[in-house]
């Protein structure tokens, strides 16, 4: 076996040997230092742009556009509520809701007549309906010339014969209206002259009769009162005792009837006075 012999390395061609420059660059430092100073000091010394300080032609600045929200002045008025579409139905729709507001306060009105209503039927059974009758019952025998009727010291209702209607109706209503519950006072006055064929001279008897009734009158009824002429006794009584006044008093509950019914309008006091 026969041995490799290593090859000699190839020889390395000789290179130039560059001068030195670390002295020469080591003596230009001071100088390249001091230039370097001299131009950074007016640089730093000048103050930052501040955001006011900026470009007034810059794009930041510009005046804003159509697209912004403001309304151009050269354009026609747009109404905000109206919806974009068809006009016709903006109109349909806005005569619609005029209708709805219309029918609404129809509605509330005839909830304030509904609650008049009942507020004015509510004070009319707080109150107490009173009806006076005038009745006579005398007779044949006596013929009424003239009635007086007061009512809590008012005059309420006058009659004399010279209409002939005392001889004609034996009943007669002269008050219905309502009155505070309570206590009340009726005065009556009735005048009565003799008449009779068989004894003439009754015709030169005139009663005066006079008689004051207090009555109580209920809430929420209606009170009937009577006064009545008659002749008490019977023929055995003394005639310029017999004539006389009586009351007769009734109360009932008020009905749907009674409530929805206008209250009669009371006589004239001065009826049948000439």
Known sequence: MRMLEPR?????AA????????????????????????????VSAQPAPTPDAADPTSDDTA???????????????????MPSGDPHDYKLRELEEKVIGLKERVFRSKTRLLLLKERILN??????????F?????????????????????????????AKILE??????IFNQNLV???????????????????????DYLFKLRA??????????ITTVRAIGYQRGDITYDLRERPSITFDVKQVSYTKEDVTAPTATPPNPEEGKE
């Not at 000699?8 to 390395?12: D, E, M, S, V, Y």
């Not at 006596?142 to 007061?150: A, D, G, I, M, S």
């Not at 004609?168 to 209503?173: A, H, L």
Request: charged letters at 20%.
């Open 8 to 12: 000699p390395a190839p020889a390395r």
């Open 15 to 42: 290179q130039p040997r560059l001068p030195r420059k670390g002295p020469r660059l080591l003596a230009a430092a001071p100088f390249v230092f001091a230039l370097l100073f001299a131009f950074a000091v007016p």
């Open 63 to 81: 005046p804003p556009s159509a697209t912004d929200g403001t309304p151009d002045p050269g354009a026609p008025a747009v109404d905000p509520n």
């Open 123 to 132: 004070d009319v059974i707080a109150e107490a309906k009173v009806v006076i």
């Open 134 to 162: 005038h009745e006579n019952d005398m007779g044949a025998s006596l013929r009424p010339v003239q009635v007086l009727y007061h009512l809590d010291g008012e005059k309420i209702y006058f009659q004399d014969d010279s």
């Open 168 to 173: 004609e109706q034996d009943s007669i209503e």
């Open 181 to 203: 519950p309570g206590n009340h006072v009726l005065a009556v006055e009735m005048v009565y002259r003799g008449d009779s064929a068989v004894f003439a001279y009754l015709k």
């Open 212 to 221: 004051n009734y207090t009555f109580y009158a209920t809430k929420g009824k």
